[in-house]
């Protein structure tokens, strides 16, 4: 059984930092698409950025040159998200995801909210 776990979220200013990270457990997910999605209030579940395997990344054109996905080498079911510059408008929850098709799993969310 796959289970996911967040951590990281919290209450940050315009233009500080977090770290998200993220760990699946029930298997070797090394090969398969880790990633991030947010969900502001009112609005869809965007994507903010994914690794695919082993190096292959995509990110949001509002994220681009702000934040950072990662993968832990040695613990390569860990994925974490370094946020920098952060906006308001980066408020929402954030999903982790875990893609192995046919399958898509999906952490509890994290809360991120940016604020003066």
């Known amino acids: 059984q796959v289970q996911m776990a967040e951590s990281g979220g919290g209450l940050v200013q315009p233009g500080g930092s977090l770290r998200l990270s993220c760990t699946a457990s029930?298997?070797?997910?090394?090969?398969?698409?880790m990633g991030w999605y947010r969900q502001a209030p009112g609005r869809p579940r965007d994507l903010v950025a994914e690794?695919?395997?082993?190096?292959?990344?995509?990110y949001a054109d509002s994220v681009k040159g702000r934040f950072t996905i990662s993968r832990d080498n040695t613990a390569k079911n860990t994925v974490y998200l370094q946020m920098n510059s952060l906006k308001i408008e980066d408020t929402g929850v954030y999903y982790c995801?875990?893609?192995?098709?046919?399958?898509?799993?999906w952490g509890q969310g994290t809360q991120v909210t940016v604020s003066s």
């Open positions: 995801y875990l893609r192995r098709l046919p399958n898509l799993y």
């Open positions: 029930g298997d070797d997910f090394s090969n398969d698409v």
């Open positions: 690794i695919i395997g082993r190096g292959s990344i995509k």
